[in-house]
């Protein structure tokens, strides 16, 4: 889930360099353009244009994807809810939700801590760091 917000972040970070070193690139340099200068200048529209786009597309996938976890909901849940909502015309009651609140389901998904939100590789439970693999011998399993 962390990988949803951090790609939209990226993308946009990298659109604004681009455009940022585009524009720096064109105050001091156009006075003489060579071909290189305007493959250079095409090439860098055209993938500004691209990470935008991405990252849009992206950015709504991870609003999507929020929305159905602070609703813990899985995708095909949710899928199943606007058939149910289509098929039933409300005549029956209400579809089954496990819905426990927004920070619980945020909480139960994410962790309980804001750093373990932002940093996926920190863990606050120091006991499961270590190695909690147990050998299990062939003498200790009783088969019948």
Known sequence: M???YYLPINGFTGMIIQIWYLV???QTGLGDPSPGNVF?????LIS????????CAVASLTYHYSYLLLKNMSSMEDIELVRYEC????KVPHFPSYDIGALKNWQSIMGTSFLSWTCPWYNENKELNQNSFTEISLSSIHID
Request: glycine residues 0%.
């Open 2 to 4: 962390q990988f949803l």
């Open 24 to 26: 720096k690139q064109m």
């Open 40 to 44: 250079f200048i095409i090439f860098s």
């Open 87 to 90: 098929l039933s015309h409300h």
């Open 48 to 55: 500004a244009m691209i990470m935008f786009a991405m990252s």
